[in-house]
């Protein structure tokens, strides 16, 4: 598995709009884009750095998995996101070292990537994806 860098660090917040006034005010960044996720029942903002994203994640279902993970651990780092060259390798690597997944194949992720999760428990407990963008 060819992995290219660090795609974005995904953080889960109750209100992009009040946790973004941080990373745009204090830190600098710009919101470039706000999207609906609606399969994965999220708002997703992204913020740019070099090459990386911060992405901000708020849930628009109270039975969402990110309002989830906020009601079991609060606000923060939900999961941190790795460029492959090629998704669909990946996994078949992944699968082939018999790594569990969450994802068996790629689903759609926000900003047009194709998107697919690693299980925390392989990976010391940090949500872990892997995507693709064109």
Known sequence: MKVKHIDHIGIAVKSIE???KFYTDIMGFKIENIENVSDQKVNVAFLPITDS???LLESTDPDGPVAKYINA???GI???AFRVENIDEALKE???KGVRLIDQEP???AGGAKIAFIHPKET???LVEICERD
């Open 107 to 109: 689903r759609a992720g």
């Open 73 to 75: 651990r609060g606000e």
């Open 124 to 126: 010391s407990g940090v």
């Open 18 to 20: 009040k946790a973004g």
């Open 94 to 96: 992944l699968k082939g």
């Open 53 to 55: 994203e911060v992405e």
């Open 78 to 80: 939900q999961h941190i």
